[in-house]
C-alpha cells in the first residue's frame, strides 16, 4: 500500500491502513510563529507538510497532519505568535498518538520542525515507549546535515538563510526578499558557549531576554531556491533511509 494522508480516509480506510502502513508519520510546525519581516507565521507548517510530502513521495507511510501549536516560548513578544506551555504541549502529541495507537496503529515518528519544541517531545516520546508504543523523533536541526556546504552564512538559526531558503523553494510567492534583512547580534555569535542565558527574543533591549528587534537570526539575504532544494532534499533523505530500516 502506498503512502496516505490519514484525514482524506474513512474511518474504514484508517482501520485498513494502520494494518498495512507500520508508520504514522506525526509532522509537528507551527502555524502562528514570527519568522523576520519576509517570511509568514506558517513557515513552520509549510515546512512540516512539505518534508512530509517528500518523505511520502518516497516510502510508505500514513501522514498525520500536522501538529500546528505548541511550546514556542521564544517569540511571545511578537504580534501573531502563539505558545502553549510545555506540559500542555507534551500532553496533547501524547494523547493524539495514544488516541491512533489504541485503534491499530503500529509506530509513530514525529516530525520536528521547531526547536524549542524538543525538549518536550523528547519526554513525550519516553512516556509513549513506556506504555510499549514505538516513537521515533526526527528533529530538524539535525536533519540533511550533508547539504550545510551550500550555505554561506554559518550563524543563525531562525528565519536565516537555512530557512529562507527552504521556503523558497517550497513556495517563492510567500517570501519577501526585499524585507529580508540580516540580524547579527553579539549572543548570535556565541550559540555554541558552555553557557548561555536563555530567554524570549526582544523587540528591545529592555527586558529579560535576547535583543533581536527583526526576529531573525542569522542573514536570510543570502538564501536562495536552490539552496533551499538541497537541504529539502537531504532531510527528507535522512527521514526516508530511516523509515526504510525502521519498518
Request: proline content about 6%; hydrophobic content about 45%; glycine content about 6%.
Amino acid at each position: 500500500m502506498a503512502s496516505l494522508y490519514l484525514e482524506q480516509l474513512t474511518w474504514l480506510e484508517a482501520e485498513r491502513a494502520f494494518r498495512e502502513i507500520p508508520i504514522v508519520l506525526l509532522p509537528i510546525g507551527a502555524i502562528l510563529k514570527e519568522h523576520g519581516p519576509h517570511l509568514p507565521l506558517n513557515t513552520d507548517y509549510l515546512l512540516a507538510r512539505d518534508l512530509a510530502r517528500r518523505v511520502a513521495e518516497q516510502t510508505d507511510v500514513l501522514v498525520c497532519p500536522p501538529v500546528t501549536f505548541g511550546f514556542y516560548p521564544a517569540f511571545v513578544h511578537f504580534p501573531g505568535s502563539t505558545h502553549l506551555a510545555g506540559e500542555t504541549f507534551r500532553a496533547m502529541v501524547e494523547q493524539i498518538v495514544l488516541s491512533l495507537a489504541k485503534n491499530g496503529a503500529q509506530r509513530f515518528l514525529i516530525l520536528n520542525t521547531g526547536i524549542s519544541t524538543t525538549a518536550p517531545l523528547l519526554l513525550a516520546a519516553n512516556n509513549l515507549i513506556s506504555q510499549n508504543i514505538r516513537v521515533a523523533l526526527a528533529n530538524i536541526a539535525d536533519l540533511g546535515k550533508r547539504a550545510d556546504e551550500v550555505l554561506e552564512n554559518k550563524i543563525g538559526s531562525h528565519a536565516n538563510e537555512h530557512e529562507t531558503s527552504m521556503l523558497l523553494a517550497i513556495d517563492a510567492s510567500v517570501v519577501n526578499m526585499e524585507n529580508a534583512r540580516a540580524e547579527i547580534q553579539p549572543w548570535m555569535m556565541s550559540r555554541d558557549a558552555a553557557v548561555r542565558e536563555p530567554g524570549p527574543l526582544l523587540r528591545t533591549p529592555e527586558g529579560v531576554g535576547v535583543y533581536c528587534p527583526s526576529g531573525v537570526i542569522g542573514d536570510p539575504t543570502r538564501a536562495t531556491r536552490a539552496k533551499g532544494e538541497a537541504i529539502l532534499n537531504a532531510m527528507a533523505d535522512d527521514v526516508v533511509a530511516f523509515c526504510r530500516t525502521w519498518k
